[in-house]
């Protein structure tokens, strides 16, 4: 019987709180009057009622601190990228500055002439040939200059170089860094 008092009192609480936040519609009325007399009838389903709203706020507490966990680890991630990027891009700078150029740098600088000519024309050739490199093969070094993706550049390229006096240049072919030692250029070029 004190249950049952205890509810009624709470269950006016509830009514009185609910007129007073806004006016209920008479549909409204009915089902709340139903819900109120199932509960009077049956109050350990009302008690049990309580029970899975608790849990159910629980489980969404739950479920909210977790979230709050994974966000704030995203957040550490994030940074962490953000300075990782930072950091990536000083070092492209850097790098970037150690790409060879045709152009000259600013101040006295020294370049070795191969040659001059009045009817040879290199220039197109200029920006194949940032770099001149040595390769090192049983105490010997072999020297090769540019990086052409077209085979008919690289053949051009060499034939203008032999008629300037470097009559050993010839078209060398490198897959993946490594050199292919069976490569003749003009059986590329189908000739």
Known sequence: MR???????????????????????????????????????????????????QDKVK??????????????????????????LKLEHLRYVELEKT?????LPEGTVYQVQMGFYQYLDLVSFNDKLKTVRAEEID?????VIGHFDNLLD?????????RIGVSDAFVTEYID???????DAYKGLGE
């Not at 790409?99 to 152009?103: A, G, M, V, W």
């Not at 860094?177 to 490569?183: A, V």
């Open 177 to 183: 860094g490594k050199r292919n030692m069976n490569f």
């Open 59 to 84: 489980e969404l507490s739950d479920e909210i601190a977790s979230l709050n966990a994974q966000l704030k680890t995203a957040e550490l991630t994030s940074e962490q990228l953000a300075e990782q």
């Open 139 to 143: 105490g010997k070094k072999r020297y």
């Open 154 to 162: 690289a053949v051009q390229f060499s034939n203008d170089i032999k």
């Open 3 to 53: 249950n049952f008092l205890i509810i009624l009192v709470i269950l006016g609480f509830f009514i009185n709180q609910s007129v007073q936040a806004q006016e209920l519609t008479k549909t409204q009325k009915r089902a709340l009057k139903k819900e109120i007399r199932t509960y009077k009838k049956n109050p350990e389903k009302w008690v049990k009622m309580q029970n899975q709203h």
């Open 99 to 103: 790409i060879p150029s045709t152009e």
